[in-house]
């Protein structure tokens, strides 16, 4: 086994798309990149990924990290709320060179307000400053949005470590240290697919958690998340 992947969680793209609910072909561009035709040179404008690779390419496919995955989930968020992907793109660029880190959009210290990307920058006083990362300006705003409050992130490095993607009160939990990232049961090593899988084989809740020693509302969640993510 790859020792290189262990502990970093490991999607396909088929995958990454579903989790985030996003068409698989979007999901493609934002982490291959892309290119598209200019007709003033009758050449071909390159679009970068938005996340850097961070696991190599297995059995000739592309594959993402726990952390790519969490970028992704940030860009998702930062396009719902009206930014664009330029902006995002250089706010990801401006960001990494502050934090001095490869995937600045696995940080705790993101807000977005009208259509403007803010980093939260922590001073040596206590105090936190924002900064406008477009245009590199320090700003006052003690209303700015906060999002994805369903991701757990490590307290010492910031880094995004959890993801619920139902929520936090859904038992489905995201781990990369536990069965190389896949949805499993929060406090336990079962995948939700063990569990949807016996339910698909016309077992009950109740019959599933005596087998699997969990409560039958965990077993209720693995099979709605399964239904309402689809099946991966």
Same mark, same amino acid.
């Given at each position: 086994?790859?020792?290189?992947?262990?502990?970093?969680?490991?999607?396909?793209?088929?995958?990454?798309?579903?989790?985030?609910?996003?068409?698989?072909?979007?999901?493609?561009?934002?982490?291959?990149?892309?290119?598209?035709?200019?007709?003033?040179?009758?050449?071909?404008?390159?679009?970068?990924?938005?996340?850097?690779?961070?696991?190599?390419?297995?059995?000739?496919?592309?594959?993402?990290?726990?952390?790519?995955?969490?970028?992704?989930?940030?860009?998702?968020?930062?396009?719902?709320?009206?930014?664009?992907?330029?902006?995002?793109?250089?706010?990801?660029?401006?960001?990494?060179?502050?934090?001095?880190?490869?995937?600045?959009?696995?940080?705790?210290?993101?807000?977005?307000?009208?259509?403007?990307?803010?980093?939260?920058? %922590?001073?040596?006083?206590? /105090?936190?400053?924002?900064? !406008?990362? $477009?245009? @590199?300006?320090?700003?006052?705003?003690?209303? *700015?949005?906060?999002?994805?409050?369903?991701?757990?992130?490590?307290?010492?490095?910031?880094?995004?470590?959890?993801?619920?993607?139902?929520?936090?009160?859904?038992?489905?939990?995201?781990?990369?240290?536990?069965?190389?990232?896949?949805?499993?049961?929060?406090?336990?090593?079962?995948?939700?697919?063990?569990?949807?899988?016996?339910?698909?084989?016309?077992?009950?809740?109740?019959?599933?958690? %005596?087998?699997?020693?969990? /409560?039958?509302?965990?077993? !209720?969640? $693995?099979? @709605?998340?399964?239904?309402?993510?689809?099946? *991966?």
């Amino acid at each position: 086994m790859n020792t290189d992947i262990i502990g970093k969680g490991i999607y396909t793209i088929p995958q990454a798309s579903k989790l985030l609910q996003l068409p698989y072909q979007r999901v493609s561009r934002l982490i291959n990149g892309y290119s598209f035709p200019q007709k003033k040179t009758g050449g071909k404008k390159q679009m970068p990924p938005v996340t850097q690779e961070d696991l190599p390419i297995i059995d000739d496919k592309v594959a993402i990290s726990f952390v790519n995955l969490i970028e992704l989930l940030f860009v998702r968020e930062f396009r719902n709320l009206g930014a664009s992907l330029t902006t995002i793109r250089l706010a990801s660029k401006e960001a990494a060179d502050i934090l001095q880190v490869t995937h600045p959009f696995a940080y705790h210290r993101f807000a977005i307000e009208n259509k403007k990307i803010f980093l939260r920058i %922590k001073q040596e006083s206590g /105090d936190i400053h924002l900064i !406008e990362l $477009a245009k @590199k300006q320090y700003c006052i705003e003690p209303f *700015i949005k906060q999002f994805l409050h369903d991701i757990e992130f490590d307290e010492i490095t910031g880094l995004a470590s959890r993801w619920y993607p139902l929520g936090k009160d859904t038992f489905v939990v995201l781990d990369p240290q536990i069965a190389f990232g896949a949805p499993t049961i929060d406090g336990t090593r079962i995948t939700t697919d063990i569990l949807f899988g016996a339910f698909e084989a016309e077992n009950t809740f109740d019959d599933i958690a %005596k087998w699997y020693e969990i /409560d039958a509302v965990k077993v !209720e969640a $693995a099979i @709605k998340f399964h239904q309402e993510v689809i099946p *991966i």
